[in-house]
């Protein structure tokens, strides 16, 4: 049994002692301060016996999600319930991870004798990993809050950090309608390997020559004709750079993590479209690949990959993907291509093999605005040197727009959004894409 006076144990305390050195002085003081200590230790040993001899005790169950969603809150509960026959008041300590630093959580709360109460709070982590939970511990007292007593509950757990799966529900519903048509888009011509036969029919006037059978023709003694419709399963892949631009941080989390968390997302909302989701990553050199699927574990498979994925931020090499593209990827697709440059230099060494890429298939570059930037320029200038720090900010802001025209100018899609946001865009985006009928 360990005994842990309060506060207010110890503020008591020095008074009466304070108060004794006086009555040293003055003897009808002394004799109060005799009486007080008395009382004193009589109420302290009272508030032992109720805590720790009179047969109460609580009982603590803490459940932990199977695994946590990187990025997002999540929730950790706790059920308590007190046998005391009095209420008493305890502050719940729980170990979180050191991942977490923090060493100031408390949740204070009253129980009723017999009465369960129900204590939560959330936690947001910013990687993926093995995260490890220690004991639980609470610390009880009584009305008299002199003494506390200490519990110690349960035993280490480990809860894995996932990519962001909570986001998957949440971005669904981009992903209801099977029409993308929107009223007023102009029919666009598609490129590549984009229909798939229906059937063979009679020629009429506006159909296309180029689709007469002549086979089919020959034996109906009529022109007849190959029916086309869309394709509506097309191979959609997440392309990662792990590289070293990735490595940034924004929000606690690296722009590596929020598209590890994108791109899961867009990959669920892509199979609920009916298209295939697949996925790239690369540095130095490649590194992983998931052919383009939608079969129902394909998200449970993306999952379990990018939880895996490892980086330690190399140069990344687009010569070498162009090349890995081209013998992984047979079918046009459209590239999702999460990468990050921060000057038209680091564009231009690399833009020969981003056309490369765009010209065998659909590549929409995905690179990052740094939040920091506008805070600097919203800023007031009250001095020189906040003058520089706006017109360095504005120049680098100016530098990511370049960034965005050359691609343009290139034929290459881009997104230029910010990583708080990256979700919402990426999805609208995708269903923009789909929408035009660009791939």
Same mark, same amino acid.
């Given at each position: 049994m360990k005994?842990f006076?309060?506060y ?5 305390g ?19 301060a ?23 005790k ?5 459940q ?6 990187n990025g997002?809150?999540n929730?950790?509960?706790f ?6 026959k009095?209420?008493?008041?305890t ?5 979180i991870?050191p991942q ?14 017999g ?7 959330e ?7 093995e995260y490890t939970?220690g004991?639980?511990n609470? $610390?009880?007292?009584?009305?008299? #809050?002199?003494?506390? %007593?200490?519990?110690?509950?349960? +035993?280490p757990?480990?809860v *894995?950090? !996932? ?16 029409? $993308?048509?929107?009223?007023?888009? #102009?029919?666009m011509? %598609?490129?590549g390997?984009?229909t +798939?036969?229906?059937?063979? *029919?009679? !020629?009429v006037?506006?159909?296309?020559p180029r689709?007469?059978?002549w086979?089919?023709?020959?034996r109906?003694?009529d022109l007849?004709v190959?029916h086309?419709?869309d394709e509506k399963?097309q ?6 750079? *792990? ?12 722009l ?7 791109s ?9 479209k ?6 790239i990553t690369?540095?130095?050199k490649?590194?992983t690949?998931i052919?383009?699927q ?8 993306l ?6 994925q490892e980086t330690q931020f190399?140069e ?6 162009y ?9 046009r697709?459209?590239?999702l291509?999460?990468?990050n440059?921060?000057?038209i ?6 833009l020969?093999y ?5 010209k065998?298939?659909l590549?929409?570059?995905i ?6 930037l ?18 360095i ?25 910010s990583?708080?946001h990256?979700n919402t ?5 995708y269903?923009?894409i789909k ?5």
């Amino acid at each position: 049994m360990k005994i842990f006076p309060t506060y207010r144990f110890y503020f008591i305390g020095v008074s009466l002692i304070v108060l004794l050195f006086v009555g040293y002085y003055i003897p009808i003081i002394f004799s109060l301060a005799k009486g007080l200590t008395l009382a004193f230790l009589l109420l302290a040993l009272t508030d032992c016996i109720l805590l720790f001899w009179s047969g109460g005790k609580i009982v603590l169950e803490r459940q932990l999600p199977e695994r946590f969603s990187n990025g997002d809150e999540n929730e950790v509960t706790f059920h308590l319930l007190s046998s005391y026959k009095f209420p008493i008041h305890t502050n719940l300590v729980d170990e979180i991870p050191p991942q977490f630093q923090k060493r100031d959580l408390k949740l204070p709360m009253d129980l009723s004798p017999g009465n369960q109460v129900i204590k939560s709070y959330e936690l947001r982590p910013t990687e993926r990993g093995e995260y490890t939970f220690g004991k639980t511990n609470t $610390l009880s007292t009584t009305i008299l #809050k002199l003494i506390t %007593r200490r519990q110690v509950f349960g +035993e280490p757990q480990m809860v *894995k950090v !996932y990519p962001s799966f909570l986001n998957l529900y949440k971005y669904e519903l981009a992903a209801i309608s099977q029409n $993308l048509r929107m009223s007023g888009q #102009k029919r666009m011509r %598609r490129i590549g390997q984009s229909t +798939e036969f229906d059937h063979i *029919k009679e !020629y009429v006037l506006g159909d296309d020559p180029r689709h007469i059978n002549w086979k089919a023709s020959a034996r109906k003694t009529d022109l007849m004709v190959n029916h086309y419709i869309d394709e509506k399963s097309q191979p959609i892949y997440s392309v990662i750079d *792990k590289g070293r631009p990735m490595k940034m941080p924004f929000e606690g989390m690296t722009l590596l993590d929020y598209s590890v968390n994108a791109s899961l997302v867009l990959s669920n909302v892509a199979i609920k479209k009916g298209d295939r989701a697949g996925l790239i990553t690369f540095q130095h050199k490649p590194q992983t690949f998931i052919p383009a699927q939608k079969r129902n574990l394909q998200i449970n498979y993306l999952l379990e990959t990018l939880y895996n994925q490892e980086t330690q931020f190399n140069e990344h090499d687009f010569a070498t993907l162009y090349w890995y593209i081209q013998q992984k990827v047979k079918q046009r697709s459209l590239l999702l291509m999460y990468t990050n440059f921060e000057s038209i230099y680091a564009l231009e060494r690399q833009l020969p093999y981003l056309k490369l890429i765009n010209k065998h298939h659909l590549l929409l570059l995905i690179f990052f605005k740094n939040t920091e930037l506008d805070k600097v320029m919203d800023e007031s200038t009250n001095a020189t040197i906040d003058v520089y720090n706006k017109s360095i900010a504005k120049q680098i802001s100016n530098e990511k727009q370049n960034i965005q025209s050359v691609l343009t100018h290139n034929g290459i899609l881009s997104l230029y959004t910010s990583p708080e946001h990256l979700n919402t865009n990426v999805i609208n985006k995708y269903i923009e894409i789909k929408t035009k009928r660009l791939l």
